[in-house]
Nanobody, 127 residues
Framework: QVQLVESGGGLVQAGGSLRLSCVASGRTFSSYLMGWFRQAPGKEREFVAAIRWSLGSTYYSDSVRGRFTISRASAKKTVYLQMNSLKPEDTAVYYC????????????????????WGQGTQVTVSS
């Protein structure tokens, strides 16, 4: 079992920044793929960013590339999502997820491949 707990959400003005954290516990996960997804009201959940825990390779959706940065702190078993230049359209519940079977060679954006999820943290960007 893997437990994921997100934090760091809140209310911020457009152009501002937030840093989300996701603390993982349970099974060791040196080979995992860790991802961030978001779901806005009335919309489907969408991929935001992902990082391979062992290699540090990063992946981003087109909508956040250049504004968001995903990183990890191995000793703390924590994944971060630094969000800069926030826009009202970034408003959503943000979820941390773990794909414990990922070994490369396929898309990182499919939420069905992620087998553990956090409870989510709300991010609201005002205009």
């Amino acid at each position: 079992q893997v437990q994921l707990v997100e934090s760091g959400g809140g209310l911020v003005q457009a152009g501002g920044s937030l840093r989300l954290s996701c603390v993982a516990s349970g099974r060791t996960f040196s080979s995992y793929l860790m991802g961030w997804f978001r779901q806005a009201p009335g919309k489907e959940r969408e991929f935001v960013a992902a990082i391979r825990w062992s290699l540090g390779s990063t992946y981003y959706s087109d909508s956040v590339r250049g504004r968001f940065t995903i990183s990890r702190a191995s000793a703390k078993k924590t994944v971060y999502l630094q969000m800069n230049s926030l826009k009202p359209e970034d408003t959503a519940v943000y979820y941390c997820a773990a794909d414990t079977f990922y070994s490369g060679g396929r898309s990182v954006e499919n939420e069905d491949d992620y087998d553990y999820w956090g409870q989510g943290t709300q991010v609201t960007v005002s205009s």
